[in-house]
């Protein structure tokens, strides 16, 4: 089907910078809405919050549409109560740093959820698309691109961000519609209701990550005790960005994270001479940087050895990469929607199955990965 132009008929868009104006219209909500965000994250920790797109479907077959301004005063309580309310459906795509924004700026996170790139995986449509390719890719429906480095922050919003903010929410229902019927085809609802639900945990818990010393290509070449002070500085830097509200790298980046904990500072004056020789080194937090690398951390005696991947049986991790390829051709869907390289790997060092592989994962990767592994399959 050759993609067509975008047709706004029935679509009815509205800005709304008042709290009394967003409860006026959200004072009877509908089953469903759709839902997405405009955020800026370049010099913050946290999503900063510009903007907030709801559809609301309209008993005619049209749409209305809120362009919410969150940058008004008293806009992020007046959106709350539809973000926690049970009896609405939020229906949006790739919402993982959605859902933190709304978590920072309303104080809670849409709740249920419906992913649309979440269920279009499930469903066989494709892995990872993104919401205009699956709009064309359901509807026949061309979106325009043109807005995706937009500055939300600025007002007034210029004509074509407001129809692209627009653009993100139109289609939603549509696509809904037609993920759920493939899933219910397929008898995958379940499935996906489960992941629904992980990922709002995910969303509500936020977990910092307890081993970011893994995810450093540095620390493979480091031994326990270096790795143990890379560990102290990345778990300190992750705590520290997260109250001042900066970047990670703000506070400290990986080069200079990585070199202190080959050197093993004696004493903050060495510290500082380090921080000094670097150019983006973070004077300030010279003392704070060296009570990090000082106080041991209760569980680092657990943490895993980053060194493990260069001895790592490769041959193993691929013969398991292609038996969830072969399994993920039999459902057709993509192989990292089963499974990644990154969740297999537990596998082959600890043989343990992590917790992103528990549930319908695992019940359908076990039978054939658990063979491999030198195990039989439980039950």
Known sequence: MSPAPANPAHV?????????????????????????????????????????????PQADGGIEILLVDTLAPGIAEALAPLLADASVLKIMHSPSEDLVAFRQTCKQVPSPLFDTQAAAALAGVGAGMGYQKLVAEITGTALEKGETRSDWLRRPLSASQLQYAADDVQHLFELHDALTAKLDALGRRGWFQSDMARTMATAIEDPADRWPHLSMRTANFLDRDGQTRLLRL????????????????????????????????????????????????????????????????????????????????KSKVKALQDAVSRRAAELGVADAVLASRRMLEPLVDTGEWPESLEGWRREQLEPVLAPLLGRAPVG
């Open 12 to 56: 009815l868009a509205h800005w709304i910078d008042s709290p009394d104006a967003l409860r006026a219209r959200l004072a009877s909500p509908p089953a469903r809405v759709g839902l997405d965000t405009e955020f800026i994250r370049e010099r913050t920790y946290w999503p900063k919050l510009a903007l907030v797109q709801i559809a609301l």
């Open 234 to 313: 990345l778990r300190w830097r992750d705590a520290h960005a997260r109250v001042a509200d900066l970047p990670r790298s703000w506070v400290l980046d990986n080069e200079l994270a990585a070199t202190l904990a080959r050197m093993s500072p004696s004493t903050p004056e060495s510290i500082a001479e380090a921080v000094r020789a670097h150019p983006k080194g973070p004077r300030k937090l010279v003392d704070a940087i060296w009570t990090a690398l000082g106080t041991p951390l209760p569980d680092e005696a657990e943490a895993p050895d980053a060194a493990v991947a260069e001895r790592r049986d």
